[in-house]
């Protein structure tokens, strides 16, 4: 399974955007998926999980109370809603499935595709 991000571009300060996550024809309904974000020169960093039928979710603590990840497993999508938005948010996004129920950590997720581009402007 490969996932592919949309949704990103650029947005003021104190904006919203959203973000989905979705594949070409696999179903996403049995499985959890994460959010993630880059900049250059640093490590992909988490962002927010959600199991496989959206019972639990779970949050960076940078972004808790600002973003909020849900799905819709008859569309077959994950989304990611990003309130209040900081010029620190800037990154590429990227969704993939986790290989671990819960975890945080990349190295336990697979089926990164294209990630999209966040741009807050201050």
């Known amino acids: 399974v490969q996932l592919q991000a949309s949704g990103g571009g650029l947005v003021q300060a104190g904006g919203s955007l959203r973000l989905s996550c979705g594949t070409s024809?696999?179903?996403?309904?049995?499985?959890?998926v994460g959010w993630f974000r880059q900049v250059p020169g640093k490590e992909r960093e988490f962002v927010a999980a959600i199991n496989w039928n959206g019972s639990g979710t779970y949050y960076a603590g940078s972004v808790k109370g600002r973003f909020t990840i849900s799905r819709d497993n008859a569309k077959n999508t994950v989304y990611l809603q990003m309130n209040s938005l900081k010029p620190e948010d800037t990154a590429v996004y990227y969704c993939?499935?986790?290989?671990?129920?819960?975890?945080?950590?990349?190295?336990?997720?697979?089926?990164w595709g294209q990630g999209t581009q966040v741009t807050v402007s201050s």
């Open positions: 024809g696999d179903s996403l309904s049995d499985f959890g």
């Open positions: 993939a499935v986790d290989g671990l129920p819960g975890t945080s950590h990349y190295g336990e997720y697979y089926g």
